[in-house]
């Protein structure tokens, strides 16, 4: 179909021309604006201002920035699930199908779920209908038949459900009405592709739901006949995607045309608002990023497509400006992102996705050597697996879920190892892992178990069926109730809880069902027999378990593994006489049965159970004389392991075990032979070195089969004896040394000095696992049963011949391994390559030439790679297409690559060998544990070992076999059959000797003078040196600084870089360094004899004109000053020092230490990476040392600390008392006040420091020879510091009266509390301003104040001129809570009102000096008995306390605003919540008369008698008063001296306390309510239960309102301990429901449901609860269990009870029917009857209760019940009838009195 013109030119006239146009942008450009503005700008504005925006815009497309409305994303990346929100709109592919559910493939490989509810509503309308019905109707068509894999849907996030796991589970929707809600009427044009589902099928068609309201979509039959669709017919319910073709009636009919492949464009009227995913359309590269490309469509909008959807084989076509078909992948609406695909099987429309890959059949699979193509840092990374399959992983699986994130460290790993998670059908891509944790995992897949197999899992939940058991995070077992134990278990959630770790063995696998079952009982779990996994496994003779499925009179028919099953015929059942197999046996029984007879192909057996039972351990002792005779054997792979191979020893097929590291004495042929095994092969030479319990175990390592055939062994610790040699293999390796394993299980250590005659640094280093050895007995514990050995090759003593013996073994092996390749491949190829050997001669062709390799290809061989590394190619030149000569060096026959090699001098014509002859040797290939050689000029080559003992370790990389190494080797035998006709050699390793130059056999003065000129070839380039070969042949050596001029050499430079190895260059002589010791010495020097000459390349000091005089190395370090800025260049790191060891000259050295080299703290973690050596840097010299010539350098600029100034310092030592020591640079030290150490204070402030930690700090000031330091933010970077909560306090100035201020406590003393406010400002708190409890002892007040707690005090004064700063801590103060807690039970401090009244005017100090002379004669006469034995504070305070007693009544009147405290009868005060309690009438009374009595002492006049009466009077009626309130019983207490006088009398009264609580409660005074009742647990009697258990509830109920989860739960956990557990469980159960917390609620119901199952009244009250919840269907259930757990005599009671609560709180007409279920089977139960006959009446109508009477009075029960209910009758038709009706009742009284006669009489 070919577009219109116009939409290949844009910006042509034409589209001015259109008027439908400039609607379209009007609108779209609104879209941002609520309705409102839009109508206003329309309204002010005119056609004409929206004319200039359009113009204005095409303009601004001409210029190239169009006007987008979504704005586009800055960076391109996949979107992720996080990111997800309720509304988005995707384009999905159907995944898989279920009849409930549809699995929904959405883009970027996230997946969502279509629920059958979420389809359509007239699909779901008839569901509901047949729901209904309860039969079933034709009309509906199943998901099944709705939905097939690979269809393209157009879905909504309808709803993100959080699963059990907590992952998100994103719920879908294709309802029209939410796919388009964003589309009217009026906006459905012609061509538009909309989808939508079959609403009803009519006889000329189908009647669509578009979901448009007002709107009916009619699609033809006419049109169907050519719509693609996998279904015949169209059915309700039917996913549509469908074009517009006509729109009648503006909108009101549509008709449709399954035509969908037309682009989408702007005159269909598509926008952001409507846009639906799916629609293709035309689209405009704008940008091109490295994550994706940026596209312009439909004019104005904006989207993105993510590397995953880009076609790969066109990703470098992509350009700016290219125009593409793109398809709408996924919509935001919230942000206006919107998702496009460039990929073939989306873009070409209407097709569905091709689901017949095979790719599901890879999901779970290990793939090693994968290679990293692409990282995307935002998104994930690509990999191409090896057969460049590409791959995705996401960025959440590139790491560990606890490691951090290092993905530049990721791609430059050549390879990767992953598992395929899953396969996207809307990417078309292989989602994978990195993680080790889900890569090493053994079952990934349901197809990764097989019957027999033991696991463990985790129980999950209990069914009615059976258990549910967690094998890993998504795969799940069944056990069946029959495998739930050995018997058969009545009750399992008795032995089984959720979350309990259990093994179980598989019985059947049904990978494509994804179902596994599992059996438990503990006899096939622990079954050593063996396994009948087929038919094919029972053979006659075989014994295994097997277990009862099905008796029968004839026999019992018995299950294995797989459904294997066999008939035990009756005749097998047991030796002795058997009357019926149902009463001898049952089902789920597990028994030994033998098997008789087996035909596997009809797929039938016969069993014997007696047979069984008398040849039970007929094969049982075979594998210990095997084990003991070292006999070999033959054994068939059974399965393969992660360590090993699990075989089956032939032809008895015992079960046993070969490790891997048993394969061979080769520790490199381990694995490979390992890879090449397959199910079912043979493997021959084994031989068992172990029997346990469990297993047998095999090894196939020729030297340890060796020493067992020969007997070189010891079987058990008694037979080892020092110096006693024995072969072993490495167990383990630690720290300190080596475990070796013998053969029969014996392990000795070799410590690390016994490890090897080198010198053994790390052990880790050393040895391999599995590793062979020869080891020799050094030391014996019998009384431990240990003993020592040493692997030392000088102390073992080795066979003749064991290295070629080994070398020839390792061969073989491999020879083998290539061959079992070849035969399994099957492939030509393979074969041919197993034919190739070293040392073959090969004619090829070369291929390509680089700098590092040249490739060959073979005509003969097609598909094998030829490859020449640069050493085998040396000197020959090769050009493509050229033919070559070329000899084999190795096959690696699994990646089909052949190394050979070009060289002439190996391609010539071989000379013969001699025996015992000794050649020269020079490696040409190396492979792990062999190499291949050439030897001389003989043109032959062969294969040794790398190793020439078995206990030969390589310490060192110069160690190792290289290619170009020489050695010697000795010809053993000139052509061995083995080898192929290679020769076999033994070698050494030959370094040649060094020939001495005339120059160093010197002794006199040496041969150069000072200042010649001579000229020199460069050898090496060190970054410290260069090491330059004269022309004589010695050596001279040219230091750092002298390779260019000073004011050259740029700073982080490496001025030897600049020479050129094999340049030829001219020096001069500067001096000469000894051959020993490297040191620098003039020419001068008297001890000067043979050295290596020191040189220079300077060319101001090669100008032989220039005075060059020898500078010696005093002179030279008299010439540095300190503060001098000198060039150095880096020697050395000292990790142990931590310092830097630079050079400015050949004989002078500097040392850096750690904090003069690093400028930032996170350096200091490894400084060694801020310099490399050989690099300039540019010092400040800080100190010169003469003796050493050393100097003293600093590489951050300064060379000593100032004032004022920042500098790093390392924490050396945390003090509270006096805060950090701080090392600074240069020899410095200082401290940090905890008040410096932020602007804003926190609790504990030392501890986020701890020594060697590096700071940055302020220096502050300098005195006593040490710094003061500030960390404070506001002095380190005072432009980016924030204003702190604590600001620094300078001096006293800062501080004023009444300020609240923050600081550390510094000391508690005899004289208050120290605060510290600053580094040089202490405040001090005297104890009555410290709390408002009477402290006896400053000690007691230290334990609850630490040094440096964080305080809060106010500013009483401050005393400039003696630096005083006293401070309060009160609460009325500060608002915090009293430092000390209530719980202490201290006495309040009676002082402390005086001191409130007094602050209110706000005293002078004179006046209060005036008030304290005022005291003194009342303190003598107030002392107390101890106050000789009183300090001094304590005598202060017991003073003052007295004084307030006295004092008080005549400073405070009754009627004063401070608050007043509650007087006790014993003397002290008790803290009420003094803000909402009023004190009492008394308590005034008393304080007036104590007013006129103070009076009277104060006033010398005296009173008339009319007075004095007049006060009598009022003391009486005060007293008469006060006593009648006491007297009253119900008047409640007002405050807490009231409470304690009556608790004093009533200690166990519950309702006191509780009162008391209240009391506290009131003013919110949560800790005395707590300790109320604490108390009140430890006074009431033991005895009295039920107080006790009031106090619990009311704890509890405090608790619940007030305290935390924790705190209730202790509380509870207490109250069951020392009360009946059922009271305290129901009343917190209540309490939970009473408080609306329904989860916890429940939580507890059903624990008391298990706990307390006899207990009739648990499961009524549970009843309740669920009903009142509105769960009566939980409530059913939950009846049913009652009745199955309480006694039978209950049952009755209990359905009543049930029935009684289904009228109150649940559906009547269901408790109606449950009460006349039990009154029809229980007639006689009149208390039923009455209690049926209230509910009915209060619930029913007349009609019901009329019903009910007239049933009940012709029950046949005694005429005295019968006469109890007509009176009933008669009552309440009184009540609620007519006349008539109690007329008709009378007359049923009567009919029933003459019908009984004489017995109604009576």
């Given amino acids: 179909m070919m577009e219109p013109v116009e939409e290949d030119f844009p910006r042509g006239g034409t589209t001015k021309k259109s008027s439908g146009s400039k609607i379209v942008v009007e609108h779209v450009d609104n879209l941002f604006q609520s309705n409102e503005q839009s109508e206003t700008k329309k309204r002010k504005g005119g056609n004409k201002a929206d004319g200039k925006q359009v113009k204005k815009t095409r303009t601004e497309d001409k210029i190239g920035s169009s006007l987008t409305l979504n704005t586009a994303a800055k960076s391109v990346e996949i979107i992720h699930l996080k990111n997800l929100k309720e509304g988005m709109l995707f384009l999905g592919c159907v995944k898989e199908v279920t009849d409930f559910e549809v699995t929904v493939s959405l883009p970027c490989g996230l997946q969502g779920f279509l629920s059958i509810k979420n389809i359509c509503d007239s699909y779901t309308k008839l569901l509901s209908e047949q729901l209904d019905s309860e039969v079933d109707t034709e009309e509906i068509c199943s998901l099944l038949h709705l939905f097939h894999v690979g269809m393209l849907l157009r879905c909504v996030v309808a709803k993100l459900d959080v699963a059990k796991g907590g992952l998100l589970s994103i719920q879908l929707s294709i309802n029209p009405k939410l796919l388009n809600k964003n589309l009217s009427s009026s906006s459905v044009n012609a061509g538009m592709v909309l989808s939508g589902c079959v609403e009803s099928v009519e006889d000329h068609g189908c009647i669509i739901d578009i979901g448009i309201s007002g709107t009916k979509a009619f699609l033809p039959e006419e049109a169907m006949k050519s719509k693609q669709n996998k279904t015949e017919e169209l059915r309700v319910g039917q996913y549509v995607t469908a074009q517009v073709e006509e729109v009648k009636n503006s909108g009101r009919v549509v008709r449709l045309v399954l035509n969908p492949s037309v682009c989408a464009d702007v005159k269909h009227g598509w926008n952001l608002t409507n846009l639906l995913p799916g629609l293709v359309l035309r689209a405009t590269i704008k940008k091109v990023t490295k994550h994706g490309l940026l596209l312009d469509f439909l004019s104005s909008f904006s989207g993105q497509v993510d590397f995953l959807h880009m076609e790969r084989e066109q990703v470098s076509s992509y350009t700016e400006g290219r125009q593409v078909r793109a398809c709408v992948l996924y919509i935001d609406p919230s942000t206006r992102l919107v998702g496009l695909s460039l990929r073939s099987y989306l873009v070409q429309a209407g097709s569905a996705i091709d689901p017949s890959s095979p790719a599901a059949d890879r999901i779970g699979e290990v793939v090693s050597e994968c290679k990293m193509t692409a990282l995307h840092h935002m998104s994930g990374a690509m990999l191409e697996l090896p057969d460049k399959t590409p791959a995705f992983v996401h960025r959440n699986c590139l790491k560990e879920p606890n490691e951090e994130a290092n993905e530049n460290k990721l791609f430059a790993k050549p390879e990767h190892t992953c598992r395929i998670l899953d396969f996207s059908l809307m990417d078309q891509i292989y989602f994978v892992t990195l993680r080790r944790r889900v890569i090493e995992k053994p079952f990934f897949r349901y197809a990764d178990f097989h019957a027999g197999q033991v696991v463990e899992g985790i129980v999950s939940v209990l069914l009615s069926h059976g258990m549910v058991v967690h094998l890993s995070d998504h795969i799940k077992g069944l056990v069946p109730c029959t495998h739930l134990s050995d018997i058969i278990l009545k009750n399992p959630e008795k032995k089984y809880v959720e979350g309990m770790k259990v093994k179980c063995r598989v019985l059947s696998v049904e990978a494509e069902n994804k179902k596994l079952y599992l059996s438990r009982k503990k006899t096939l779990v622990e079954s050593s027999l063996p396994l009948f996994l087929s038919y094919a496994d029972a053979r006659p003779g075989r014994v295994s378990h097997g277990c009862?499925?099905?008796?029968?009179?004839?026999?019992?028919?018995?299950?294995?593994?797989?459904?294997?099953?066999?008939?035990?015929?009756?005749?097998?059942?047991?030796?002795?006489?058997?009357?019926?197999?149902?009463?001898?046996?049952?089902?789920?029984?597990?028994?030994?049965?033998?098997?008789?007879?087996?035909?596997?192909?009809?797929?039938?057996?016969?069993?014997?159970?007696?047979?069984?039972?008398?040849?039970?351990?007929?094969?049982?002792?075979?594998?210990?004389?095997?084990?003991?005779?070292?006999?070999?054997?033959?054994?068939?792979?059974?399965?393969?392991?992660?360590?090993?191979?699990?075989?089956?020893?032939?032809?008895?097929?015992?079960?046993?075990?070969?490790?891997?590291?048993?394969?061979?004495?080769?520790?490199?042929?381990?694995?490979?032979?390992?890879?090449?095994?397959?199910?079912?092969?043979?493997?021959?030479?084994?031989?068992?070195?172990?029997?346990?319990?469990?297993?047998?175990?095999?090894?196939?390592?020729?030297?340890?089969?060796?020493?067992?055939?020969?007997?070189?062994?010891?079987?058990?610790?008694?037979?080892?004896?020092?110096?006693?040699?024995?072969?072993?293999?490495?167990?383990?390796?630690?720290?300190?040394?080596?475990?070796?394993?013998?053969?029969?299980?014996?392990?000795?250590?070799?410590?690390?000095?016994?490890?090897?005659?080198?010198?053994?640094?790390?052990?880790?280093?050393?040895?391999?696992?599995?590793?062979?050895?020869?080891?020799?007995?050094?030391?014996?514990?019998?009384?431990?049963?240990?003993?020592?050995?040493?692997?030392?090759?000088?102390?073992?003593?080795?066979?003749?011949?064991?290295?070629?013996?080994?070398?020839?073994?390792?061969?073989?092996?491999?020879?083998?391994?290539?061959?079992?390749?070849?035969?399994?491949?099957?492939?030509?190829?393979?074969?041919?390559?197993?034919?190739?050997?070293?040392?073959?001669?090969?004619?090829?062709?070369?291929?390509?030439?680089?700098?590092?390799?040249?490739?060959?290809?073979?005509?003969?061989?097609?598909?094998?790679?030829?490859?020449?590394?640069?050493?085998?190619?040396?000197?020959?030149?090769?050009?493509?297409?050229?033919?070559?000569?070329?000899?084999?060096?190795?096959?690696?026959?699994?990646?089909?690559?052949?190394?050979?090699?070009?060289?002439?001098?190996?391609?010539?014509?071989?000379?013969?060998?001699?025996?015992?002859?000794?050649?020269?040797?020079?490696?040409?290939?190396?492979?792990?544990?062999?190499?291949?050689?050439?030897?001389?000029?003989?043109?032959?080559?062969?294969?040794?070992?790398?190793?020439?003992?078995?206990?030969?370790?390589?310490?060192?990389?110069?160690?190792?076999?290289?290619?170009?190494?020489?050695?010697?080797?000795?010809?053993?035998?000139?052509?061995?059959?083995?080898?192929?006709?290679?020769?076999?050699?033994?070698?050494?390793?030959?370094?040649?000797?060094?020939?001495?130059?005339?120059?160093?056999?010197?002794?006199?003065?040496?041969?150069?003078?000072?200042?010649?000129?001579?000229?020199?070839?460069?050898?090496?380039?060190?970054?410290?040196?260069?090491?330059?070969?004269?022309?004589?042949?010695?050596?001279?050596?040219?230091?750092?600084?002298?390779?260019?001029?000073?004011?050259?050499?740029?700073?982080?430079?490496?001025?030897?870089?600049?020479?050129?190895?094999?340049?030829?260059?001219?020096?001069?002589?500067?001096?000469?360094?000894?051959?020993?010791?490297?040191?620098?010495?003039?020419?001068?020097?008297?001890?000067?004899?043979?050295?290596?000459?020191?040189?220079?390349?300077?060319?101001?000091?090669?100008?032989?004109?220039?005075?060059?005089?020898?500078?010696?190395?005093?002179?030279?370090?008299?010439?540095?000053?300190?503060?001098?800025?000198?060039?150095?260049?880096?020697?050395?790191?000292?990790?142990?020092?931590?310092?830097?060891?630079?050079?400015?000259?050949?004989?002078?050295?500097?040392?850096?230490?750690?904090?003069?080299?690093?400028?930032?703290?996170?350096?200091?973690?490894?400084?060694?990476?801020?310099?490399?050596?050989?690099?300039?840097?540019?010092?400040?010299?800080?100190?010169?040392?003469?003796?050493?010539?050393?100097?003293?350098?600093?590489?951050?600029?300064?060379?000593?600390?100032?004032?004022?100034?920042?500098?790093?310092?390392?924490?050396?030592?945390?003090?509270?008392?006096?805060?950090?020591?701080?090392?600074?640079?240069?020899?410095?030290?200082?401290?940090?006040?905890?008040?410096?150490?932020?602007?804003?204070?926190?609790?504990?402030?030392?501890?986020?420091?701890?020594?060697?930690?590096?700071?940055?700090?302020?220096?502050?000031?300098?005195?006593?020879?040490?710094?003061?330091?500030?960390?404070?933010?506001?002095?380190?970077?005072?432009?980016?510091?924030?204003?702190?909560?604590?600001?620094?306090?300078?001096?006293?100035?800062?501080?004023?009266?009444?300020?609240?201020?923050?600081?550390?406590?510094?000391?508690?003393?005899?004289?208050?509390?120290?605060?510290?406010?600053?580094?040089?400002?202490?405040?001090?708190?005297?104890?009555?301003?410290?709390?408002?409890?009477?402290?006896?002892?400053?000690?007691?007040?230290?334990?609850?104040?630490?040094?440096?707690?964080?305080?809060?005090?106010?500013?009483?004064?401050?005393?400039?001129?003696?630096?005083?700063?006293?401070?309060?801590?009160?609460?009325?103060?500060t608002g915090k809570p009293d430092v000390l807690p209530e719980s202490l039970g201290l006495p309040l401090r009676l002082a402390e009102d005086k001191k409130k009244t007094s602050k209110k005017r706000a005293p002078s100090e004179s006046e209060q000096k005036q008030a304290e002379s005022q005291i003194p004669k009342k303190k003598k006469k107030k002392k107390t008995k101890t106050d000789g034995d009183d300090s001094g504070v304590e005598v202060f305070f017991r003073e003052e306390e007295d004084e307030d007693k006295e004092e008080k009544p005549a400073n405070v009147s009754a009627g004063s605003a401070g608050p007043s405290r509650l007087q006790v009868a014993a003397g002290f005060s008790w803290d009420v919540g003094l803000s909402s309690l009023k004190p009492a009438n008394s308590t005034k009374e008393e304080e007036s008369s104590d007013d006129e009595d103070q009076e009277e002492k104060t006033k010398p006049q005296k009173k008339s008698q009319r007075e004095l009466e007049q006060e009598k009077k009022s003391a009486e009626k005060a007293l008469v008063q006060r006593e009648t309130e006491l007297m009253d019983p119900n008047l409640r207490p007002q405050d807490a001296a009231t409470f304690e006088r009556l608790l004093l009398a009533s200690p166990s009264s519950s309702l006191l306390w509780l009162q008391y609580m209240a009391h506290h409660l009131q003013a919110t005074q949560i800790e005395q309510a707590r300790a109320v009742a604490e108390r009140a647990l430890k006074t009431i009697s033991f005895r009295e239960e039920q107080e006790k258990l009031n106090v619990w509830v009311a704890l509890m109920n405090l608790e619940n309102m007030y305290g935390t989860e924790e705190s209730l739960k202790k509380v509870f956990e207490r109250a069951v301990q020392f009360c009946e557990p059922l009271p305290v469980y129901q009343q917190l159960a209540d309490i939970y429901a009473n408080s609306n917390k329904v989860q916890k609620a429940e939580g507890l119901y059903k624990t008391m449901a298990k706990r307390f199952r006899q207990e009739k009244a648990v499961w009524l009250s549970y009843g309740t609860f669920l009903l009142q919840q509105g769960q009566s269907d939980a409530a059913g259930n939950l009846l049913q269990r009652a009745l199955k757990s309480l006694p039978a005599k209950e049952s009755v009671d209990v359905i009543a009870k049930f029935a009684q609560l289904e009228f109150r709180y649940g559906d009547p007409e269901k408790g109606r029917g449950m009460l006349d279920k039990v009154l029809t089977s229980y007639p006689k139960r009149t208390d039923l009857w009455s209690v049926f006959i209230d509910l009915t009446v209060k619930h029913g109508s007349q009609l019901e209760v009329r019903a009910l009477f007239d049933r009940v009075i012709s029950l046949s029960v005694s005429v005295k019940k019968i006469k109890f209910f007509f009176k009933r009758y008669l009552e309440y038709e009184k009540k609620h009838g007519t006349p008539q009706s109690v007329q008709a009742v009378k007359e049923k009284a009567v009919e029933f009195v003459e019908n009984k006669g004489k017995e109604a009489e009576d």
């Avoid at 010791?1077 to 001890?1087: A, E, G, I, N, V």
Wanted: glycine share 6%; with cysteine; charged share 25%.
């Fill in 548 to 1373: 009862i499925v099905c008796i029968k009179e004839f026999g019992c028919i018995v299950r294995f593994y797989n459904n294997v099953k066999g008939l035990v015929p009756f005749s097998e059942l047991s030796s002795e006489p058997t009357i019926s197999p149902e009463g001898d046996f049952y089902v789920g029984q597990v028994l030994k049965v033998k098997v008789l007879q087996c035909d596997p192909v009809k797929g039938k057996m016969l069993l014997s159970f007696r047979a069984a039972v008398e040849g039970d351990t007929e094969e049982v002792a075979k594998p210990q004389l095997d084990c003991e005779d070292g006999k070999r054997l033959e054994a068939k792979l059974v399965k393969k392991l992660v360590n090993g191979l699990e075989v089956s020893i032939l032809p008895d097929e015992i079960c046993a075990v070969l490790p891997t590291v048993h394969f061979s004495d080769h520790v490199s042929n381990c694995p490979l032979l390992w890879d090449s095994l397959q199910e079912g092969d043979i493997i021959s030479n084994l031989v068992c070195f172990n029997k346990n319990k469990q297993n047998i175990m095999l090894t196939k390592k020729p030297t340890v089969r060796w020493s067992l055939e020969e007997g070189v062994v010891a079987k058990e610790f008694s037979e080892v004896t020092v110096g006693m040699q024995l072969i072993g293999w490495i167990k383990n390796i630690m720290s300190y040394g080596v475990f070796v394993e013998f053969p029969y299980g014996l392990i000795g250590l070799a410590p690390k000095s016994a490890m090897s005659d080198k010198f053994v640094q790390d052990t880790m280093t050393t040895f391999q696992l599995g590793q062979t050895v020869f080891a020799k007995v050094t030391n014996l514990d019998e009384e431990k049963q240990r003993f020592l050995v040493t692997l030392k090759m000088s102390e073992i003593i080795t066979p003749d011949g064991d290295a070629q013996t080994r070398l020839i073994n390792g061969l073989q092996e491999r020879r083998a391994v290539n061959e079992m390749l070849a035969i399994k491949d099957g492939g030509e190829l393979r074969q041919q390559l197993a034919a190739l050997s070293v040392g073959q001669k090969l004619k090829l062709t070369v291929e390509g030439v680089t700098e590092n390799e040249a490739t060959f290809k073979s005509d003969d061989l097609n598909g094998v790679t030829f490859l020449a590394n640069k050493h085998h190619r040396m000197g020959v030149n090769l050009t493509a297409g050229q033919k070559v000569g070329a000899v084999i060096l190795h096959v690696d026959i699994l990646s089909a690559r052949v190394q050979v090699s070009v060289l002439p001098k190996l391609l010539e014509k071989k000379k013969s060998l001699t025996e015992e002859s000794k050649y020269t040797a020079v490696v040409q290939f190396v492979d792990r544990d062999f190499a291949v050689v050439s030897l001389d000029n003989t043109a032959q080559l062969t294969v040794i070992q790398t190793s020439r003992h078995l206990n030969d370790i390589i310490m060192y990389e110069s160690e190792k076999l290289k290619v170009g190494t020489t050695l010697t080797v000795e010809v053993i035998e000139p052509a061995c059959e083995e080898l192929r006709g290679l020769p076999l050699v033994s070698w050494t390793c030959s370094a040649p000797k060094r020939q001495r130059m005339a120059s160093e056999n010197q002794t006199g003065s040496p041969s150069y003078r000072f200042g010649e000129i001579l000229q020199g070839k460069v050898c090496s380039v060190k970054p410290t040196a260069i090491q330059v070969r004269l022309e004589d042949g010695s050596k001279g050596s040219v230091h750092v600084s002298e390779v260019l001029e000073a004011a050259a050499v740029r700073l982080g430079s490496f001025p030897t870089s600049s020479v050129k190895p094999g340049s030829v260059i001219t020096c001069r002589v500067i001096g000469g360094r000894e051959a020993s010791s490297h040191r620098f010495l003039p020419f001068s020097h008297p001890k000067f004899t043979y050295s290596i000459p020191e040189l220079t390349l300077i060319p101001s000091k090669l100008d032989s004109s220039s005075d060059f005089k020898p500078v010696s190395a005093q002179e030279k370090m008299n010439s540095y000053k300190v503060g001098d800025e000198i060039t150095c260049f880096v020697l050395k790191f000292h990790s142990d020092r931590k310092c830097l060891e630079v050079t400015s000259d050949p004989c002078v050295t500097g040392t850096v230490e750690l904090l003069e080299m690093i400028r930032n703290p996170g350096d200091a973690n490894h400084p060694e990476k801020l310099y490399k050596l050989g690099q300039a840097v540019r010092a400040k010299v800080v100190e010169v040392k003469v003796k050493p010539h050393r100097l003293a350098l600093s590489l951050t600029g300064i060379h000593k600390l100032e004032a004022g100034g920042t500098t790093l310092g390392m924490v050396t030592n945390v003090q509270p008392h006096v805060g950090l020591h701080v090392k600074l640079p240069f020899g410095c030290a200082g401290t940090v006040c905890v008040t410096d150490l932020s602007d804003s204070y926190r609790p504990n402030p030392l501890e986020a420091y701890s020594k060697d930690q590096i700071i940055r700090c302020f220096l502050l000031d300098f005195k006593n020879g040490k710094w003061q330091l500030s960390l404070r933010p506001s002095r380190l970077c005072p432009q980016q510091a924030k204003p702190g909560k604590d600001p620094e306090v300078s001096s006293l100035d800062k501080l004023e009266a009444g300020q609240i201020i923050r600081g550390y406590v510094k000391s508690v003393g005899e004289q208050g509390v120290f605060i510290r406010l600053a580094r040089s400002i202490t405040g001090r708190v005297r104890f009555q301003q410290s709390s408002k409890y009477f402290i006896k002892n400053h000690k007691d007040l230290s334990k609850h104040l630490p040094v440096n707690m964080l305080l809060t005090a106010k500013i009483l004064s401050v005393d400039r001129e003696d630096e005083l700063v006293d401070l309060s801590l009160l609460h009325e103060d």
